[in-house]
């Protein structure tokens, strides 16, 4: 599982979390300004764990809950590229 590495940091090899429109969710690559994004509520809780949420419960409507909540308190966070750029 991935740590959170300090906001602004934007080096290569890295993703940041960010806020999209209407309740999503982009990854940004911090050397190319590329995205990715999110916008299906079941895939939130993935990508919480990438950013690292532990999870230990099925999908539920409460772990899409508290991966949403963990998402938009951790809005900025930056860690290693786990493989959404092919780095």
């Not at 309740?23 to 950013?51: H, K, M, P, R, W």
């Not at 099925?58 to 998402?71: C, F, H, M, N, R």
Request: with cysteine; glycine share 12%.
């Amino acid at each position: 599982m991935s740590t959170p590495i300090e906001y602004g940091t934007y080096e290569a090899g890295k993703v940041r979390l960010e806020q999209g429109d209407f309740g999503t969710y982009l990854i940004v690559n911090c050397a190319t300004s590329e995205d990715i994004l999110i916008q299906s509520d079941t895939d939130f809780v993935g990508l919480a764990e990438v950013f690292g949420l532990a999870i230990e419960e099925p999908l539920t409507i409460e772990s899409i809950g508290k991966a949403i909540d963990y998402l938009d308190n951790n809005i900025g966070a930056t860690i290693a590229d786990p493989g959404y750029f092919g780095e």
